[in-house]
């Protein structure tokens, strides 16, 4: 069955280092964020990626970096540089088309999200 | 730019009872679409129900249904005949019609659902 795999589902870093959070997709979509989910705040978007070799910064992207090498993989590193890194991360994808042209196709597929703990 | 609030950080409702979650949003895009989601304590996001701003007619998916007053900005979930596995944080969400346009979350409302 086609969907997203999200790796480690838990996930513990020590202050001053750099960690990567893994997500894969079998769905054949073009399109794949990456969402910080905060207690009280909801989700936010850290950076997105319509195509592979191209990706752009969201609304929290301080602290993290991507990359889009491959179509089936949008890695999110978390730097050090992230003051709270403690959060619960999400990655999703989409096909990269309106939702009126889309269709009934259109709509986001979530992974099964990784917990990061910094100790 | 978008926007999205929901304003209620916790719902209670009795089993086979209804309940309505609010939501406004707010966009400067003429084409948009709205959504809620489910995210229960297995913490995967499940999509419950859309709603196409160009459409008059309010989205029904069974049990669930909206009330879309467009020029209230209005988004609200009605629930009926609640159900224990109806319990779980339900997010609003927006996103403009053109292929850039990213999805875009409320901060989340919890469903209790009591016996």
């Known amino acids: 069955d086609g969907g997203i795999t999200q790796s480690p589902k838990y996930l513990f870093r020590k202050e001053g280092q750099n960690v990567t959070l893994s997500c894969e997709q079998n769905?054949?979509?073009?399109?794949m964020y990456w969402y910080r989910q905060d207690p009280g705040q909801g989700l936010r978007l850290i950076y997105y990626?319509?195509?592979?070799?191209?990706?752009q910064k969201g609304d929290i992207a301080e602290g993290y970096s991507v990359s889009r090498e491959k179509k089936e993989s949008f890695p999110l590193t978390v730097t050090s540089a992230q003051k709270n890194p403690t959060a619960f991360y999400l990655c999703a994808s989409s096909i990269n088309d309106s939702p009126r042209t889309g269709g009934e196709n259109y709509g986001y597929t979530f992974g099964s999200g990784t917990r990061l703990t910094v100790v | 730019a978008q926007t999205v609030t929901q304003s209620q950080p916790e719902m209670s409702v009795q089993e086979a009872e209804t309940v309505t979650l609010s939501c406004t949003y707010d966009t400067s895009e003429s084409d948009y679409y709205l959504f809620w989601y489910k995210q229960p304590p297995s913490r995967q996001m499940i999509l419950v129900i859309r709603q196409e701003a160009y459409k008059q007619q309010n989205a029904t998916e069974n049990r669930f249904s909206v009330n879309f007053q467009k020029a209230a900005k209005s988004f609200s979930l009605k629930i009926s005949d609640s159900q224990l596995g109806d319990a779980a944080m339900y997010f609003c969400a927006s996103r403009g019609g053109g292929t850039a346009s990213k999805l875009t979350f409320g901060t989340g409302t919890r469903l209790q659902v009591t016996l």
């Open positions: 769905l054949n979509h073009d399109a």
């Open positions: 990626s319509q195509i592979v070799n191209d990706f």
